[in-house]
Each structure stands twice: as C-alpha cells, then as structure tokens.
C-alpha cells in the first residue's frame, strides 16, 4: 500500500525490502559487467573481426525485441517476482554452458545460440523489475529510487569491467562469463527474500485475458496516445539505431586502433563507467531545477558530441573520459524516460507500456549494430563515430519540436482524464 508522503519518513536505504532487492541486483550487475566485455573479447579473440562482433549483438538484439513483444504480457497476467526469479535461472544454466564448452577450443556458434535465449530471457527480467520498483517504493520516491539503483549499478560496473579485464587477461573471457553465470544465482536469492505490495485498488483493473498480440497492443495504444511518451519512443529509436552497437565499436578502437589490451579495455569500461553512477545521482537534482524536457534534450545532446569526440581523440584516456561523458548522459536520459513512465501509467498497463516502449525503439537496434561495426571494420572507426554523433545531436534538436520541450515535472503529464498512479509504484532496472 503507498503512504503518504511525509518529511518523517525513514530513509529510502533503511527499507529492507528495498534494501533486500538492491543488494541483490547490485550483485546481479556486477556479473553483468563481466559478460559485457567477455562476450565481444571472446568473439574478438576467436575471429579477430569487429563484425562478428556486431553480428552477435545484432541476433541478441533481435531476440530481446521479440520478447519485449511478449514480456509485458507475462509481467501484466503473472507474479513479478517469481518471473524474474525463472530467468535469473535460465540465464545461469545458459551462461554457465559457455566456459563449460570452451574448454574443448573456442565454440563461436554456441554464443549464437546462447546469447540471444539470455538477451530474451533478460528481457523479461527488465520489464519485471521496472514494475516491480513500483510496488517497492511510494510513487513520490520513484525518481530517487531508481537514481540510487542505478547509481549502485553503475558502481558495481566500475569495479566489474575492471576485474573482467584482469580475469580475461590471465585466466581467459570464458572464466569472466563463469563469474556472470554465478551472480544470477545470487540475484534470485535475494529476490526469494522480498515480497512485493499489491496494486491499490484505485490503480488495479480487471484482468480481461486476450490474445497476447492484443494485450500488446493495449500498451501500445497508451503509449501512442500519450504525446511526451510517442515522442520519446520515436527519437529514441534513432538514437538506438546509431548507438546500440557502440560499446563494440569501441572495444575495437581500444584494441585495433590504439593497441590496448583485455585489461586495457576493462579498465576503460570500469573507468567510464563513473559517469553513469555521476549521472545517477544528478539527474533527480537536474530533473527539480531544470525539468524534464531541458534535462533529457541536453543530455542527448551531449551524449551526441561524446561519440563523436570518440572518433577524434587519439589516446586511451582521452576515449576513457570521453565514454565516461557518454554513459554520464545516457543514464540521466534514461532515468529520467523510466521514471516518467512509471508514474503515469496505471499498475496493470505498466508491463506491456514498458514492454512496447522497448520494443519498439530497440527494433532499429539490431541493424545499426550490424551497420554501425561493418562500416567501423571498413571505413574506420573515426568516420563512423562522427556520422553517429551528428545523428545522435539531430535526436537532441528534434526533441526541441516536440511536447518533450515543454515537459516539466512528470505528474503534470498525465493525459486527459487519467488519474495519478498510486503511490505504491516500483521500479527497477
């Protein structure tokens, strides 16, 4: 049940179910950060192309599109923890197969199989853990909370790409994904310790089944009709479009162009990754002072002139704080898009409005990958990054003639005759 706010309240880190499901996906996200930079230096180290690499990402991607389809029909009709739960066992067994299989020479084809069943299965997982913030904290809380999770994701991000480097460099890639295969046992155990607050009533409605296609569709439809949400979701699918095979980009601009190494390109990722926790903790502040429009469209921008600046620069430190810019910007836009849709959207809509939000502006994800790492292995990687960063700016510019501009605090986003969700949301991811 939400509370009303109140100055008297304990703070947000004393709550133990919060608490409880912070840690745990703290844990989950540091072993993610080892399988985001084992699985591309895998790839890199059996083929030796930049590619391939884009390949893979793009079937992963493909395969979490298809499931965003789905995933907020399941979230929407079944219990939220439990289907977090199954797919942090799912991606345990499939992750840990890999370092299992390469211990007979490398098996390339294995992470075309293996990957994309873990993107989906993550997938559903993502869309769960937004709505499941909704039902931790009070919906005044929502913009906090989520900045201290990602905030504490991104911590753990550091220090995890920096010791997947070192385990990569000495023990091999294959060894880091054991490591990520581990940590989803640990996220499931703590989320076997949490219990989740029911939809009020004023938020619940009646569960109607239909086909999933239609359930689908109901989000998409009040992800359509809400004019801030539309345009976010079209700008945002160009923006994926030229970033979302980014981090494979420059893996290989580290490795190809600048000479690094594995531990090379973890301490990269580990360093940059301060800019997304720096981003965390700013955006509730940026959000109150500036609003959300401004907020969102400057940190596109920025994130526009970092990817370009990546093309640029000629030294590691340099590509480090450039990326670090970037991550810095992409986590406030990102917050600040989460914490929006969660608090305008009724409880038994927020998985499938979650659900084809994503969907839909991950869809161009795939193809940029493929396209973004081919032209990178052809043309270099320089003149890819500064098409990509032009574009990235033209999103930020385009948000300038849409209702994201006059965007201010979320409550006053409601469309018309919708009533505030209760203070009861959840978020998370």
């Known amino acids: 049940m939400s509370r009303a706010a109140s100055p008297h309240r304990a703070p947000l880190w004393r709550d133990r179910a919060f608490g409880t499901y912070w840690i745990a996906q703290s844990l989950s996200a540091a072993g993610d950060a080892f399988a985001y930079l084992a699985v591309p230096l895998l790839v890199l180290q059996a083929t030796g192309s930049v590619a391939q690499m884009g390949l893979l990402t793009a079937v992963a991607g493909a ?12 979230v929407d009709r079944y219990d939220r923890r439990t289907l977090m739960i199954v797919a942090d066992l799912a991606r345990l067994v499939l992750y840990a197969l890999v370092p299992l299989a390469w211990l007979a020479g490398p098996q390339v084809w ?3 199989v293996v990957l994309p069943i873990c993107e989906a299965a993550g997938m559903l997982f ?13 919906s005044d809380r929502l913009t906090e909370a989520n900045g201290r999770l990602q905030a504490t994701f991104a911590a753990a991000a550091v220090l995890g790409p920096l010791l997947a480097g070192v385990v990569s460099a000495r023990f091999g890639p294959s060894v880091a994904i054991a490591v990520n295969a581990a940590s989803f046992a640990l996220s499931a155990a703590g989320l076997r310790l949490i219990r989740l607050r029911p939809a009020q009533a004023a938020d619940a409605a009646p569960v109607t089944r239909q086909r999933p296609v239609a359930e689908f569709l109901a989000g998409a439809r009040f992800l359509w009709r809400q004019p801030v949400l539309r345009a976010l979701t079209v700008l945002l699918s160009v923006f994926i479009f030229l970033t979302y095979g980014f981090t494979d980009v420059l893996i290989y601009r580290v490795t190809h162009d600048l000479g690094g190494t594995e531990g090379t390109v973890g301490t990269v990722l580990g360093l940059a990754a301060l800019g997304t926790v720096a981003g965390a903790l700013l955006v509730a502040p940026l959000r109150r002072r500036r609003g959300f429009g401004a907020t969102w469209i400057g940190a596109h921008a920025v994130c526009g002139f970092a990817v370009a600046g990546v093309g640029l620069v000629t030294s590691v430190p340099a590509v480090t704080a450039l990326t670090a810019v970037y991550l810095c910007c992409l986590s406030i836009g990102g917050i600040c898009s989460m914490s929006l849709r969660q608090q305008i959207t009724p409880d038994h809509l927020l998985g499938r409005v979650t659900s084809a939000f ?6 161009l994800g795939p193809a940029g990958a493929v396209i973004l790492t081919w032209t990178a292995a052809r043309y270099g990687v320089s003149a890819v990054a500064l098409v990509a960063g032009a574009g990235c700016l033209l999103v930020a510019v385009g948000g300038l003639f849409t209702p994201i501009r006059r965007a201010g605090a979320e409550p006053a986003l409601r469309p018309p005759g919708l009533q505030p969700a209760p203070a009861g949301g959840t978020i998370s991811g």
């Open 358 to 363: 994503w969907s839909t502006h991950y869809a």
């Open 63 to 74: 395969a979490s599109v298809l499931a965003g389809v789905f995933g907020g029909v399941l």
């Open 110 to 112: 294995l992470l075309f």
């Open 126 to 138: 993502q869309v769960a853990a937004v709505t499941a913030v909704r039902n931790l904290v009070d």
